[in-house]
């Protein structure tokens, strides 16, 4: 099993957004959507049912050990799957 930390950015953005620590486990642990970025690091994002299912996304670093995440956000850019169009 992987290990991962938060990163100290990781931390404040927790605080700082309100995001409870395991939405970002959730996300990593049991994905919607998994890749890897232009930055070369893994990006995982997942519809967060407690937050009207706006789209949870947590970048990690894998190529430190324990991986480190890097930072999360909740994506604009991203909607949730059964969001009809307006």
């Known amino acids: ?15 700082k957004r309100k995001i409870p620590e395991e939405w970002g486990w959730r996300t990593i642990n049991d994905p919607e959507m998994e890749f890897v970025g232009d930055d070369n690091n893994n990006h995982y994002t997942k519809a967060i049912v407690e937050k009207a299912g706006r789209v949870l996304h947590v970048v990690v670093n894998p190529y430190v050990q324990p991986n480190r995440i890097v930072t999360l956000f909740f994506d604009r850019r991203l909607r949730k799957k059964d969001e009809s169009k307006n």
């Open 1 to 15: 099993m992987l290990k991962f930390e938060f990163s100290i950015h990781a931390q404040n953005m927790l605080a």
